[in-house]
């Protein structure tokens, strides 16, 4: 009977202290905690990819939408100075600058105290060409002065230049950032997609501006090079990115703001197509009547302005359409 139950004893104590008894008290709690510990460990361990295929799925037509959104803007209330004029934004910024300056609200003579921007040489790149976009060079032409304001410029107000690229990135952050950290971007994610979007625009606009215009590509040295989309020439896109800003020079910048970009135009009823802009084209005067800065780049197929004959051209065939 001693030795069974020193037998039943021995057995017990060998099953108190196994190691699976040692740890069935804790089994649920230790278990969790063991299983717990590397997958947290690994989360931390394995950082989120950058820029993932859903963002940059979302961020290429997002972009492009806030890009279409500065361009109008910038082309419209800036380069063509609508800005200038007596309108509810014009009027709220004007109080602005009561509150943070003092600047009067009225002049002495009652007049509304307009706030006055310069477009940059636009206005006077708009007086210089004619509606085959080729731009005026004849003596009297060039002593005007907004002919002479922009012979400082060897592309006369035409390229995105790298300090108008650089201003143009620092103009698109105001809506840039909050839109892209609604959608989940990091600032870093952000900037890794605007800033390569801005260069694509500036190589797009630099691609078809100035030698839409008969004038030179430009170097590398200066903007954003002309020639590595140069083969774009020969596309679809291209053809109607030059239509739409021939449009735009035929109605005297009336209409068709976007250039590169389009898409603002259309949802705010300023795009006008080519079978429509193409019926107020003025008559250019031939190679004999004036001299040009160049032969303009263009696709084939697009509307021709009408020549005026040999020794026909007057005063007013030389006067382009902007001073009209």
């Given amino acids: 009977m001693a030795r069974a139950l020193l037998v039943a004893c021995a057995l017990c104590a060998a099953q108190a202290f196994s190691p699976a008894a ?12 063991v299983a717990a510990q590397p997958v947290s460990r690994r989360a931390e361990a394995e950082p989120s990819m950058f820029l993932s295929l859903p963002k940059i799925a979302i961020s290429v037509p997002t972009l492009y939408a806030l890009m279409s959104v500065n361009e109008y803007v910038t082309h419209r209330w800036y380069q063509h100075e609508e800005f200038n004029r007596d309108h509810l934004f014009q009027r709220f910024c004007q109080y602005v600058a009561r509150i943070v300056s003092r600047r009067p609200i009225f002049t002495p003579d009652g007049r509304r ?6 477009g940059g040489g636009h206005v006077e790149h708009h007086a210089e060409t004619y509606d085959d976009m080729s731009l005026k060079k004849d003596p009297r032409w060039r002593k005007t002065k907004a002919a002479a304001s922009l012979d400082s410029d060897t592309f006369r107000g035409t390229a995105f230049t790298w300090p108008v690229t650089g201003i143009m990135t620092m103009q698109m952050l105001p809506t840039t950032l909050p839109v892209f950290a609604l959608l989940g971007f990091s600032l870093l994610e952000t900037i890794a997609v605007l800033l390569p979007g801005m260069l694509v625009h500036a190589l797009v606009w630099n691609m078809l501006h100035p030698p839409m215009h008969g004038l030179p590509e430009v170097p590398s040295s200066v903007g954003a090079p002309s020639a590595p989309l140069a083969a774009l020439r020969n596309t679809a896109y291209f053809k109607y990115i030059y239509e739409n800003h021939q449009g735009h020079h035929v109605l005297g910048g009336q209409c068709n703001y976007n ?13 006008v197509a080519p079978h429509v802009w193409s019926k107020k084209m003025r008559g250019v005067p031939g190679p004999d009547a004036t001299e040009r800065w160049g032969v303009p780049v263009e696709p084939a197929g697009v509307p021709q302005a009408p020549v005026i004959a040999k020794g026909r051209a007057t005063d007013a065939d030389l006067t382009p359409t902007a001073l009209a």
């Fill in 22 to 33: 040692t740890l069935r008290p804790h089994s649920t709690r230790s278990r969790a905690a």
């Fill in 113 to 118: 105290n307009l706030i006055k921007l310069k």
């Fill in 259 to 271: 250039v590169c970009c389009p898409l603002t135009d259309h949802l705010l009823g300023t795009y």
